[in-house]
């Protein structure tokens, strides 16, 4: 007689072990949880201890960092928060955004119960290792990563892998991890910005002689050691200025945030502000298609601190154009991105 099997059973004391499910994970820079000096100097402690961050000798960076800057910058950099806060939700605009920007995708990804959307930030709350400990807990053991940069560098999607990868080496059963490449050259992205631009120009009062495409600055360091990062701004802005059939005259690239004494990328935002209101440009319109949400750099530093620095100048009227945040040439950008990297495991 042929012998027959019966399914095993798990043991009683097996430990619960959920699988099957797939993790989409959106990660943007991060921010402060309130504006108080002792807040935003815990967000910059962890954020300038960053090694991919400040690329200086750690027995030369951290006295700066300890003695100086996390002395006297919170109190500054807190008021710049303080001006752009989301008061109703008791955040920052970029807090708000991104968990907008994840409830979204996963309502566009809804129709398949396995996958789970989340959103973490890489300094700050929440956390990347929460959230994948969150997601493992859940079931899945595969999840997507997608760090919120078009334009990759070791100083922003590089570092997301880092504190990806620390959360996986305290985990005993890893889940396989993908991480999504920059879209600093995909069309459905330069279409993207060219139609918000345009959407954003059609609201204002008068025509720009000039629009400034500012994206966030780097040492110039970091480019001769190899970073990419210039070179794919660069590519952005030329495919952008293509798809918008403007000029040199009409259409100027440059890089802002500077911080300490170093070179950095050039040419400079603010410097390249003054310059066009002394020359004679009185109207200017600023977009910033290096980031996926407004926050503090392009609602304060642009908006407020740029428009100031662009009228002391001799400017008249400036303008800055928001990001694509969540609105649907934004979230057709993410969507795009997410299914692309998740062929295979859908």
């Given amino acids: 007689m042929e012998a027959t099997f019966a399914p095993a059973e798990r043991p009683v004391d097996h430990p619960p072990a959920p699988s099957g499910r797939i993790g989409v994970l959106l990660v ?6 309130a504006t108080d000096f002792w807040s935003v100097r815990r967000y910059l402690r962890e954020f300038l201890s960053d090694p991919r961050v400040i690329e200086l000798p750690r027995f030369v960076w951290l006295p700066i960092l300890h003695l100086l800057v996390l002395t ?3 109190a500054k950099t807190g008021k710049k928060y303080a001006s752009v806060w989301n008061r109703e939700r008791n955040e920052s605009p970029l807090r708000t955004i991104t968990r907008t920007q994840s409830e979204q995708l996963a309502q566009r990804l809804g129709a398949d119960k396995r996958l789970l959307v989340d959103w973490a930030m890489r300094y700050g709350n929440p956390s990347i290792a929460s959230r994948m400990d969150a997601m493992q807990a859940a079931g899945c053991d595969r ?18 892998c880092d504190a990806a990868f620390r959360a996986l080496s305290q985990m005993r059963w890893q889940p396989s991890i993908r991480i999504a490449p920059p879209w600093h050259d ?14 954003g120009l059609a609201k204002l009062a008068f025509k720009p ?31 952008l200025q293509a798809e918008l059939g403007l000029s040199n005259e009409q259409f100027i690239l440059t890089f ?10 050039q040419p400079y935002t603010e410097a390249t502000v003054r310059s066009l209101a002394a020359k004679g440009v ?44 969540e609105s649907t040439d934004g979230m057709d950008v993410i969507e795009y991105v997410v299914r692309r990297e998740l062929m295979g495991w859908m």
Avoid: M
């Fill in 282 to 325: 009185k109207r200017l319109a600023v977009a910033t298609p290096g980031f996926v949400a407004d926050c503090v750099e392009t609602i304060e530093e642009i908006g407020i601190e740029n428009a100031e620095a662009f009228r002391d100048s001799g400017g008249e009227a400036f303008a800055r154009i928001d990001c694509l945040n």
């Fill in 186 to 199: 995909e069309p459905v992205y330069i279409k993207a910005l060219a139609n918000s631009i345009r959407a």
């Fill in 28 to 33: 943007n820079l991060g921010t402060p949880d």
């Fill in 209 to 239: 002689d000039a629009i400034l495409a500012s994206f966030h600055g780097l040492p110039k360091s970091y480019l001769l050691k190899g970073d990419p990062y210039y070179c794919q701004s660069v590519k952005t802005g030329r495919l």
């Fill in 143 to 160: 999840i997507l990563l997608v760090p919120l940069y078009p334009q990759y560098s070791a100083t922003t999607t590089a570092s997301v």
């Fill in 72 to 74: 006297f910058r919170p």
């Fill in 256 to 265: 802002q945030s500077r911080f300490g004494a170093a070179e950095w990328l």
